[in-house]
């Protein structure tokens, strides 16, 4: 059983910072991508930003420039950092996982609980 668990939402103002933490625990193998999503009340779920093993990300142009994704293969957690928050970025803040679970190498896909972010202006 793998289990996500985010931390690190809260409330901040525009133009501030938060950072949101993201730990994938139980029986892995390995994992092959992390990403963060969100939803804003009333709207679809929608990517923010995705990392490799392999270091390799890609972001929402809605955030690029202002976000940084990175993650620590070693401990299966991945950090979103979030500069210049804008009040368009308060939503609950969701962390995705492909990871592969032993013993068969089995791939499937995790989500977390949910953090939430919201920006006060």
């Known amino acids: 059983q793998v289990q996500l668990v985010e931390s690190g939402g809260g409330l901040e103002q525009v133009g501030g910072s938060l950072r949101v933490s993201c730990v994938a625990s139980g029986r892995i193998r390995s994992t092959n991508a992390m990403a963060w999503h969100r939803q804003a009340p009333g709207k679809q779920r929608e990517l923010v930003a995705v990392?490799?093993?392999?270091?390799?990300?890609n972001y929402s142009d809605s955030v690029k420039g202002r976000f940084t994704i990175s993650m620590d293969n070693a401990k299966n957690t991945v950090y979103l950092q979030m500069n210049s928050l804008k009040p368009e970025d308060t939503a609950v803040y969701y962390c995705?996982?492909?990871?592969?679970?032993?013993?068969?190498?089995?791939?499937?896909?995790?989500w977390g609980q949910g953090t939430q972010v919201t920006v006060s202006s």
């Open positions: 995705n996982a492909v990871i592969v679970t032993p013993p068969y190498g089995r791939v499937s896909e995790y």
């Open positions: 990392i490799a093993s392999g270091g390799i990300t």
